[in-house]
Structures are given as C-alpha cells and as structure tokens.
C-alpha cells in the first residue's frame, strides 16, 4: 500500500511559477510509475505528466509541454511537478498518482483509470 501527500499548491500570477511535490511512503518506490493529473470545477480529471520508476522516461500533455517539468527524486521518495508560465486555465486540483509498473515505457500513462493510489489534491491557482 502506498500513501501519497501532495504540497506545494496555492495562488500564482499569470507567467508566475510553482512547485509542486507528492511524497510517497509504503511500497519500493522505484517500482512504481507515476503521474500527475489535474481537476478544474465541472471538468473531468485530466492527464498533466508521467514519469517511468526510474526517471528516465517522461510523458506531458500537450497543454502543459514545454512549461511543466516532472522529476522525482527516488531517494526521498518524492515527485515534482515544475510549473512555469503559469495561465489561469492551469487552475485546478492537482493530483499525485502512482501505480505499480517497473517499465520505461507504459502505453496507459495518461489514462486516471489505471493508477491505483493517489494524494488528497493540492489547490494550484493561477490569477491573470
């Protein structure tokens, strides 16, 4: 069983920038893919970022390419989501997620449907 804590989150101006981090405790975290998606209010949850056990493979959504950047640090157990450029319609909660696939390339990274464990969602808030 694996806990995620998302932080990080809160209010941005347009063309301002945030970090976000989701700390993983449980399992071998390694192991495990994970990914970032977001939710605005009255949209459905949506794919943000991907990212292999190891770090070496990355996967983005076209909206968020070339201004987010996700890393993770395997040992501290911790992701990231570097966000620059913001634009108001990156509002929405943001969402860690991970599940279980020690391969570098997963063909179902963007689906929400496929992760198993996810964080509570930290606020990100972009003003214009």
């Known amino acids: 069983q694996v806990q995620l804590v998302e932080s990080g989150g809160g209010l941005a101006q347009a063309g301002g920038s945030l970090r976000l981090s989701c700390a993983a405790s449980?399992?071998?975290?390694?192991?495990?893919?994970m990914g970032w998606f977001r939710q605005a209010p009255g949209k459905e949850r949506e794919f943000v970022a991907g990212?292999?056990?190891?770090?070496?493979?990355?996967y983005y959504a076209d909206a968020v390419k070339g201004r987010f950047t996700i890393s993770r640090d395997n040992a501290k157990n911790t992701m990231y989501l570097q966000m620059n450029s913001l634009k108001p319609e990156d509002t929405a909660v943001y969402y860690c997620?991970?599940?279980?696939?020690?391969?570098?390339?997963?063909?179902?990274?963007?689906?929400?449907?496929?992760?198993?464990?996810w964080g509570q969602g930290t606020q990100v808030t972009v003003s214009s």
């Open positions: 997620a991970a599940v279980k696939r020690s391969v570098f390339n997963w063909p179902s990274y963007n689906d929400p449907t496929r992760y198993d464990y």
């Open positions: 449980g399992g071998t975290y390694s192991t495990y893919w």
């Open positions: 990212i292999s056990g190891d770090g070496s493979n990355t």
